[in-house]
């Protein structure tokens, strides 16, 4: 599966700089400058209306640190969403949302644009999320001081699955989770190092015995290191005695 649609990706934030490197690199750079996707940046501090260009308040009701403010982050988000395609679907990187995921990179990767909220400080004023925010997504069960890391973290996953930006198209089919199944173990050369050997069926020539191993290294791994992913998954009967027979030589070492 991968992302189609997608024009533009606006990142909201304090520290556009920040942002902006993912467009300098990798696959991402690349898709950016051959223009197969546009990344820009709104700072809420071009939106604020005081000489101070302030974006931030003490919260009510008392506390430690600062709260963003509804006028700067609203005008920029609204900003973001003129300035692309009709129908923006606005993300807000949150520890509070739903955890970010290869499905929900495909699913944002079909929005002709995407508009994501970095925050910083405590946050954002609530009030922001009720107005503006179709979603909230998580890296995971952490807290970074701002959001910019997860937006570059949503940007690359979002941009590496247009088709063409990845250098063989099967590249992103066989990553893991693309299809449920975590990534089968790679090699390259010297063929032995260290007294280590690459696994002799990988330098066999035998293409079906090659995608057999690749596949069964697949299924297995996704077995001893995300069993809740196999658990939603219903397996063909290839599949199913590719895993026995790992799981037997597990057995038998
Ligand atoms: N007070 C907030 C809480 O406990 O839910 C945390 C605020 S955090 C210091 C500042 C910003 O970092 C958040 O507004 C959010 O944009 C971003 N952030 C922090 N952890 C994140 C995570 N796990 N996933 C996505 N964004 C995160």
């Given at each position: 599966m991968?992302?189609?649609?997608?024009?533009?990706?606006t990142v909201?934030?304090?520290?556009?700089q920040?942002?902006t490197?993912?467009?300098?690199?990798?696959?991402?750079?690349?898709?950016i400058?051959d223009?197969?996707?546009?990344?820009?940046c709104e700072?809420?501090?071009?939106?604020?209306?005081?000489?101070h260009?302030t974006?931030?308040?003490?919260?009510f009701?008392?506390g430690?640190?600062?709260?963003?403010?509804?006028a700067?982050?609203?005008?920029?988000?609204?900003a973001?969403?003129?300035?692309g395609?009709e129908?923006a679907?606005?993300?807000?990187l949150s520890?509070?949302?739903?955890?970010?995921s290869h499905?929900?990179a495909?699913?944002l990767?079909?929005?002709?644009?995407?508009?994501?909220?970095?925050g910083r400080y405590?946050?954002?004023?609530?009030?922001?999320?009720?107005?503006?925010i179709?979603?909230?997504l998580?890296l995971?069960?952490?807290v970074?001081s701002?959001g910019?890391?997860?937006?570059?973290?949503?940007?690359?996953s979002v941009?590496?699955?247009?088709?063409?930006t990845?250098?063989?198209?099967d590249?992103?089919?066989?990553d893991?989770f693309?299809?449920?199944?975590?990534?089968h173990?790679?090699?390259t050369?010297?063929?032995?190092v260290?007294?280590?050997?690459?696994p002799?069926?990988?330098?066999?020539?035998?293409?079906?015995?090659i995608a057999s191993w690749?596949?069964q290294?697949?299924l297995?791994?996704?077995?001893?290191?995300?069993p809740?992913l196999?658990?939603t998954?219903s397996?063909?009967?290839?599949?199913?005695?590719?895993?026995e027979a790992?799981?037997?030589s597990?057995?038998?070492?």
């Open positions: 991968t992302a189609t649609g997608i024009e533009r990706i909201v934030t304090l520290f556009p920040m942002v490197t993912v467009a300098e690199h990798g696959v991402v750079g690349r898709a400058a223009g197969a996707i546009k990344l820009a700072n809420p501090r071009d939106f604020a209306t005081d000489k260009r974006v931030d308040d003490r919260p009701g008392g430690p640190g600062m709260v963003m403010q509804f700067p982050v609203v005008g920029a988000i609204r973001a969403r003129e300035s395609p129908g679907r606005t993300v807000l520890p509070q949302g739903e955890r970010f499905q929900k495909v699913a990767g079909r929005q002709a644009h995407l508009i994501l909220v970095a405590e946050g954002l004023d609530e009030r922001i999320v009720e107005a503006e179709d979603e909230e998580s995971g069960d952490f970074l701002g910019e890391l997860a937006a570059m973290a949503v940007v690359d941009v590496r699955l247009l088709p063409g990845l250098g063989h198209s590249s992103a089919v066989e893991s693309a299809e449920g199944l975590l990534d173990p790679h090699y050369r010297p063929a032995s260290d007294g280590r050997e690459v002799a069926v990988l330098q066999s020539g035998d293409h079906a015995a690749r596949r290294q697949r297995g791994r996704t077995w001893l290191r995300r809740d196999l658990a998954m397996l063909s009967e290839e599949d199913q005695a590719l895993l790992f799981r037997a597990r057995d038998d070492g």
